[in-house]
């Protein structure tokens, strides 16, 4: 199936969803339990200069700082265990039972100690992406073919040559795959972070809405952190293409 196929299917697919979620509301008739499509972008429409001017930078801020040293502290942990299997050993426990715990069972004890601050809610990001980063990364460092690196070796390479010519190029298909994974991740953590308690953001004004029974404008940031993952994506698939230029790109 070529590109353009995939894509008519995929814009198909979402037109198909859109009519089942409005045919259900107006079967159920009862907008404070479902609303439709129109009804949300009405109360986006509604209430658009609070969330795009408030709360839309406050939860921008909280994805992109986040965000980023989650990548940043998942690929440090991942290159120490690929240099030396002692700390990997030692390590790769410790992050395991790190993922075992709910987030939400932890953020109630990082508001004791942060408040309900930014680093709060950053930190919260972090504890949900970081982890597949790292095992990602980590795998991708090990796939490296043995003979490559036989090879470079035999050509005189150091260790630190042979890693940035040849173990992170290989792996650099493993990091994208996780990234496609922290983006979502990154924003859900940070609207969960925001439910949990903070003074704006999107997850914000989607529980105050809730509160007051108002479930189209409790879907309306929602609906803006949706277009956001997917905007974040987008900007992920360029960047994807940029640096896995040598890749077959498939029709």
């Known amino acids: 199936m070529s590109r353009k196929s995939r894509r008519a299917w995929g814009i198909g697919f979402g037109i198909f969803l859109l009519a089942l979620w409005e045919g259900l509301a107006l079967l159920i008739g009862k907008k404070y339990i479902l609303p439709g499509p129109w009804d949300v972008l009405c109360a986006l429409w509604e209430f658009r200069v609070e969330i795009f001017t408030v709360h839309l930078p406050a939860t921008l ?94 050509f005189g390479a150091s260790r630190t040559q042979q890693f940035w010519k040849l173990r992170l190029p290989s792996a650099m298909p493993y990091f994208f795959s996780a990234l496609k994974v922290t983006v979502p991740w990154a924003v859900i ?48 698939g360029l960047a994807e293409k940029k640096c896995l230029h040598w890749r077959r790109d498939p029709a």
């Open 61 to 154: 801020e909280v994805i992109l700082i986040g965000g980023v040293l989650s990548v940043l502290i998942g690929a440090l942990f991942a290159v120490f265990m690929d240099v030396d299997p002692r700390v990997e050993r030692a390590l790769y426990p410790i992050l395991t039972v790190s993922q075992t715990i709910p987030t939400m069972c932890l953020a109630p004890i990082f508001v004791l100690w942060l408040g309900y601050s930014v680093r709060m809610r950053i930190l919260v990001v972090i504890l949900i992406n970081f982890f597949t980063v790292t095992v990602n990364l980590y795998d991708g460092l090990q796939s490296t073919r043995a003979d490559r690196t036989e090879l470079l070796a035999t």
């Open 189 to 236: 953590g940070a609207a969960v972070s925001e439910w949990l308690g903070a003074p704006s953001g999107l997850g914000t004004f989607s529980r105050a809405r809730m509160m007051d029974l108002d479930a189209a404008g409790l879907l309306a940031p929602l609906l803006v952190l949706t277009v956001l993952a997917l905007l974040l994506n987008g900007v992920l």
